[in-house]
């Protein structure tokens, strides 16, 4: 999912693991990893998940739904 994979690239880019993102978005450590996870494509997730997340790596929302850099 381009989301995730986004969302674990920028976590990457401010050093940060998926403990602290999930410990200041108030998400669970298990819900960031699947987010992340590619195989997560089954699981949905709202938009206001997504810009909580973003909020978090103070990064603009649109960064993660851009095309990755293979």
Do not use: H
Request: charged share 35%; with cysteine.
């Amino acid at each position: 999912m381009l989301v995730g994979q986004n969302i674990k690239k920028q976590r990457k880019l401010k050093k940060m693991t998926q403990l602290q993102l999930a410990t200041k978005s108030y998400f669970s450590y298990e819900f960031i990893r699947k987010i992340e996870s590619k195989s997560s494509c089954r699981n949905t997730f709202s938009l206001d998940t997504v810009d909580k997340i973003a909020k978090v790596l103070d990064i603009d929302i649109r960064l993660l739904f851009e095309p990755l850099d293979d």
